[in-house]
């Protein structure tokens, strides 16, 4: 439920999950099938409060601050374009103190979301300060010890570079960025009676913004199903109708504003979200974990999506038997995940069954590696898969949503000697994998999250105060 929780005077604080595509990459592209997503426990936390102005002094500026990132600032000017175009917002750039490259999901989540609430409420937009901070395995540490963020215990790390040097771990930053700015912005402008987040429309609402604006961010009308796990939380997803968002006006366009308003409430007759989303079907059994583990060297997924469906294009006949399997095989996944999670009150010992679906899923996910010339699980990852896999207590891993180098997900007995066993292995463990697409696995750690059935909600704003100059 997510009820803002306003310790301090004008100030409301909301986080959203990260994520991991455990079944299902490639596939939840298409809308005749679905992907196995997992919210995690890592979040992204946005903090906002009212900016502070003098007697009389009248501003139009909001402040983004990522203070575990050096030069991490952006201020904004806003305004209220005229023929209904909505808000226009534009960086300023002349502060000392101000980051002089652009954010563009920050600025696209801010324009989006400015729109949509000076659509729905006639009272001006005050100055504000928003604070974003990222819990600590949503970057590789190469700027900081872990060591420092293990000793002092802190929710967050200061990774001490800048934004742009951070090496990420694949968990879904912008979605969850995205998700997270924007629902503190509608939570911190709008009453509860424009809209509640803790109702099914409002949360629907804020979905449809986020995915709408997180596509115009990017450039391009992706699947959704990180927003929807931002949103929503660990889920089956399919994903909406990418027509819905490839016509909506640009910023500034006359009838921008009421165009977005329409799309995000649904009421435009042809244009109606279609996006399915279904909690009830996914499960981690009682006394499983699923776990992340950072390989500390990214992959460049638009160029591998890229190939892989022109290769789907090239083969249909070919592609569409290797989907259909790999589509069955995501379904036994979920199916038998549940089936563990209902066997309540009795000691589940015997995954083997998961063990022989999650084996076939790779096995089919290597096929189509090979038959698209796609390192989807490049050899690097087949050999570190395999040594977790062996370790007893480890019911086996993907390298999950698109592929590559990101960090890879394991299944594993949620026992702190299988646990302390493979930190121990993976503390050592080290591997050359040039020949892999000119990448290379270095240091290789274990991540400290776990699934997260939950999706946004609100977090006590006092959880940030040492971040606050």
């Known amino acids: 439920m997510l009820v803002p929780k306003k310790t301090e005077p004008g100030a409301i604080a909301v986080s959203a999950p990260g994520k991991v595509l455990l079944a299902g990459g490639y596939l939840v592209l298409d809308r005749d099938y679905t992907g196995l997503v997992f919210g995690l426990d890592a979040r992204i936390h946005v903090h906002v409060q009212t900016l502070p102005t003098c007697a ?74 928003i604070t974003i901070l990222a819990d600590t395995d949503y970057y590789s540490h190469a700027g900081a010890s872990w060591h420092e963020f293990v000793e002092t215990k802190a929710r967050f790390l200061d990774f001490k570079v800048p934004l742009t040097q951070a090496h990420k771990t694949g968990l879904g930053s912008s979605a969850a960025l995205v998700t997270a700015f924007t629902a503190a912005l509608l939570s911190h402008y709008l009453p509860p009676d424009a809209i509640s987040l803790n109702s099914e429309s409002g949360r629907t609402r804020l979905h449809n913004l986020a995915q709408a604006a997180h596509c115009a961010a990017q450039g391009k009308v992706g699947s959704g199903f990180d927003v929807a796990a931002a949103v929503y939380g660990s889920c089956i997803y399919k994903r909406f109708s990418p027509s819905l968002l490839e016509g909506l006006v640009e910023v500034g366009t006359a009838g921008f504003s ?178 892999d697409g000119g990448a290379s696995i270095g240091k290789v750690r274990l991540l400290g999250v776990k699934q997260e059935m939950e999706g946004i909600r609100a977090e006590e704003t006092d959880l940030y105060s040492n971040w606050f100059r």
């Not at 009830?280 to 992340?292: E, Q």
């Not at 096995?363 to 189509?368: C, G, K």
């Not at 796609?374 to 086996?396: F, N, Y």
């Open 56 to 129: 009389g002094v009248i501003l139009s500026e909001i402040i983004v601050r990522s203070p575990q990132f050096r030069d991490a600032e952006w201020r904004y000017g806003y305004r209220l374009t005229e023929d209904d175009g909505g808000i226009q917002v534009t960086q300023l750039k002349g502060h000392s103190t101000s980051s002089q490259s652009r954010n563009r999901f920050v600025e696209t989540a801010l324009t989006y979301a400015l729109t949509y609430i000076s659509s729905l409420s006639s009272s001006g937009i005050e100055p504000a300060s």
């Open 258 to 435: 009421s165009h977005l308003r329409s799309l995000i409430e649904g009421t435009d007759p042809m244009r109606k979200w279609d996006t399915l989303v279904n909690k009830s079907a996914v499960s981690v059994p009682k006394g499983l974990r699923l776990l992340m583990c950072d390989v500390d060297c990214g992959s460049e997924t638009v160029g591998m999506v890229k190939t892989v469906l022109n290769w789907r294009r090239s083969k249909p006949e070919e592609a569409a038997l290797l989907w259909a399997a790999l589509q069955k095989g995501n379904e036994d996944l979920a199916e038998e995940m549940k089936r563990l999670a209902q066997l309540s009150g009795s000691s589940v010992t015997d995954y083997e069954n998961l063990r022989v679906i999650i084996l076939t899923i790779r096995s089919l996910i290597r096929e189509m590696s090979e038959q698209a010339g796609v390192p989807i699980e490049p050899k690097a990852q087949t050999d570190l898969l395999d040594v977790c896999s062996r370790l007893p207590g480890v019911i086996g891993g993907v390298v999950p949503g698109a592929g590559g180098f990101d960090a890879v997900a394991l299944l594993v007995e949620d026992k702190e000697d299988v646990i302390r066993e493979l930190r121990s292995v993976l503390d050592g463990y080290r591997v050359d994998a040039t020949e």
